[in-house]
């Protein structure tokens, strides 16, 4: 298994755990070709599917450093995608908000746990997050991405 494949099956089983995204339906660590354009985002989950959890540790390069003579520093960029529709905007961008605001809490947890991920694997830097609705009559969507950096020493 990669370090990328291994780390999200990691974070995706500690994100599974958190109380506050126990409404989440749908845990991917897939890529879906409709999170990369908006226009096919309203179309790429199913309604039962909704709200959403997708995340990736492998869509991004790796920077790979020397650490020591014979360890090397992987620095892993990590995207976590949550997707949930409402009736109205405010209430797709408000249940996308909560959901990215637990994210952040299991993330925070891992920064201050060093071995929480494993062996060698440590959450340094900051914990980005932003977040858009789209309308899509008679639903709106939301979308938020919470991005970090998770650093492996192999």
Not at 26 to 34: H, K, L, S
Not at 87 to 114: P, T
Not at 145 to 152: A, D, E, L, N
Request: proline share 4%.
């Amino acid at each position: 298994m990669s370090i990328q494949k291994d780390l999200e099956t990691k974070l995706l089983a500690a994100l599974k755990q958190a109380p506050r995204l126990a409404a989440i339906k749908t845990w991917e660590a897939d890529i879906r070709d409709c999170l990369f354009t908006e226009s096919k985002l309203t179309q790429g989950f199913n309604a039962e599917e909704l709200p959403a959890l997708n995340l990736s540790a492998s869509i991004d390069p790796t920077k790979r450093t020397p650490f020591t003579y014979t360890e090397a520093q992987h620095d892993i960029p990590v995207s976590i995608v949550v997707i949930t529709k409402a009736v109205k905007r405010k209430e797709a961008f408000d249940g996308a908000k909560d959901l990215q605001e637990a994210v952040e809490c299991v993330l925070e947890l891992f920064r201050r746990s060093g071995n929480s991920l494993g062996q060698n694997t440590f959450l340094f830097g900051e914990i980005s997050s932003s977040a858009i609705t789209i309308q899509q009559d008679p639903y709106s969507f939301a979308v938020g991405t919470t991005g970090c950096t998770i650093t492996k020493i192999t």
